[in-house]
Each structure stands twice: as structure tokens, then as C-alpha cells.
């Protein structure tokens, strides 16, 4: 009984988190600042982040854990190099103004 509760219950997160990621998809598609798109960027790999953890706990598979954590390192280093390229563009095109 209890564990039928569980299993709902992580459905029903995974369901909101796949609808929170959509919104940040579109999001970021259609922001008009470059600054909106590194942030739903960055909200949307959070919300990937915390969809692998739930299935973690959904499957009972530890190891899903060790995945999330490689998958922020990597996305932390993606926006940092994504921002770098963008300030680098911005200042080599005479943006210091």
C-alpha cells in the first residue's frame, strides 16, 4: 500500500518536472535576450537534474545519483562556456560602451 503511494507520487513529480521542462524549453527558444536563453539553459538542466534523481528513487538505483552529479558538473561547465564565448564575442565586436 505504502509503496503504491511512493510510485504515485513519484509519477506525479516526473509528470510536473516533464511540464516545468517543457515551459523552460519554449522558454528558452523564444527568449529575446541572450541572458534569458543561459537561464532557462540553466533551469532546464536542473530540471533534467532533479527528473534523474526521482527516477532514482522511483527504481531504487543509487547509481542514478552518481549520473545527476555528472550531469551538473557537466552542465556548470557548459553554461560557463557558453558565457565566456558570448562576453568574448560582445567585447571583440566593440561592445564596451
Known sequence: MLEQAYQILFLSVLVALALAALISLIRTITGKLIA????????????????????????????????????????????????KIYINLFYHKGGRE
Open 36 to 83: 534569458d536563453r543561459f537561464i532557462g539553459i540553466n533551469m532546464l538542466t536542473t530540471i533534467v537534474v532533479m527528473a534523474i534523481c526521482v527516477l532514482g528513487l522511483l527504481f531504487d538505483e543509487a547509481y542514478l545519483a552518481d549520473v545527476a552529479l555528472i550531469y551538473v558538473l557537466l552542465s556548470f561547465l557548459v553554461v560557463m562556456l557558453l558565457c
